[in-house]
Structure formats: C-alpha cells, structure tokens
C-alpha cells in the first residue's frame, strides 16, 4: 500500500521560505514521477511541480515559476519543495502525489496516490 506523508508547513510572514517534504512508501520510489499540488477551500486542486522519475525533468506552474524548487532523493525515497518568497496568496494545503508514468504528466487525474497534506499560511 502506498503511503506518502508531507511535512514542513506552517506559518510564514510573506517573502519568507518554507521546506516541505513528502516522505513515500510502499513504491518503487525511482519508478514513479511525483507531484506537489495545491488545494484552497472552494476551488480545485492545481498542480504546483512535478519532477520525473529519475529527477532529470522538472515542471513548474506559472505562478511558482522562479520562486519554488523541487527536488527528489530516490536513495531516501523523499520528495521536496522549497518555497522562497512566499506570497499570501500561496497560503493552502500543499499535497503531493504519485504517478506511476515515468515522465512528467501534469494533469490532476493521472496521479493515483496522495498524501494528506500540509497547511500552508503566508501572512501579509
């Protein structure tokens, strides 16, 4: 059974920097592309990066573009996304997720497994 757990979230003044990590399980880590998304009451999940199973591909969302950087250490099985000048408008739950496609995908429905993710609050 998959089994993917984040950390890292919590309450951040605006510019500030957040390290959020997603601990995996019960996969072949190095098998599988994994995403960060991102979630606010009323509206739909949206992608925020995904990384490729071997972590040589990267996609990163307009809106994070510059700013967010995601990683993978398949050694440890754990994925990560460090969050820099974080904007209020970045506050919400930050999930991440597993695919079993080897190359990036970006839409919603082509990640099976989540986590249960963590909050994320920027103040202004």
């Known amino acids: 059974q998959v089994h993917l757990v984040e950390s890292g979230g919590g309450l951040v003044q605006a510019g500030g920097s957040l390290r959020l990590s997603c601990a995996a399980s019960g996969l072949s880590f190095n098998s599988y592309t994994m995403g960060w998304f991102r979630q606010t009451p009323g509206k739909d999940r949206e992608i925020v990066a995904a990384?490729?199973?071997?972590?040589?591909?990267?996609y990163y969302a307009p809106f994070v573009k510059g700013r967010f950087t995601i990683s993978r250490d398949n050694a440890k099985n754990t994925m990560y996304l460090q969050m820099s000048s974080l904007k209020p408008e970045d506050t919400a739950v930050y999930h991440c997720?597993?695919?079993?496609?080897?190359?990036?995908?970006?839409?919603?429905?082509?990640?099976?497994?989540w986590g249960q993710g963590t909050q994320v609050t920027v103040s202004s």
């Open positions: 990384i490729a199973s071997s972590g040589d591909s990267t």
């Open positions: 997720a597993a695919t079993g496609w080897s190359t990036i995908v970006i839409r919603t429905s082509a990640y099976r497994d």
